[in-house]
């Protein structure tokens, strides 16, 4: 596993322990729990990732450049808290593929 698919995934650990918080102080929410399973899947469908994958090439250069994956605004971050609310549940796989586009979008609006 390269350094920018080890990002990706720590990125979506640390979404799914913010679910796994939640769920802790509201056991009885149970969309946290299943939230925080979401995230782990992501996790772990990034820890395969080929290096040549949409998303790993449009994060290597943050990842190089910081170490980790950071974003704070744009479409990237609506999609992901939208991700575990979207009504029609996306496969793991197409969900990075999307992350991918809005990482390149994001990044040309800036």
């Not at 802790?24 to 969309?31: H, K, L, R, T």
């Not at 170490?67 to 704070?72: H, L, P, T």
Request: charged share 30%.
């Amino acid at each position: 596993m390269g350094k920018a698919q080890e990002a990706l995934a720590e990125y979506f650990e640390d979404q799914a322990r913010q679910y796994e918080a939640k769920a802790a102080e509201n056991p009885y929410e149970v969309q946290h729990l299943l939230s925080a399973r979401s995230w782990l899947k992501l996790a772990a469908e990034a820890h395969e990732l080929p290096d040549d994958h949409p998303l790993v090439v449009a994060v290597k250069d943050q990842v190089e450049d910081t170490g980790v994956v950071s974003r704070s605004d744009g479409s990237w971050q609506y999609a992901i808290e939208r991700y575990v609310f979207d009504p029609v549940p996306r496969a793991p796989s197409d969900f990075l593929v999307e992350l991918a586009a809005l990482w390149r979008r994001d990044e040309s609006e800036r």
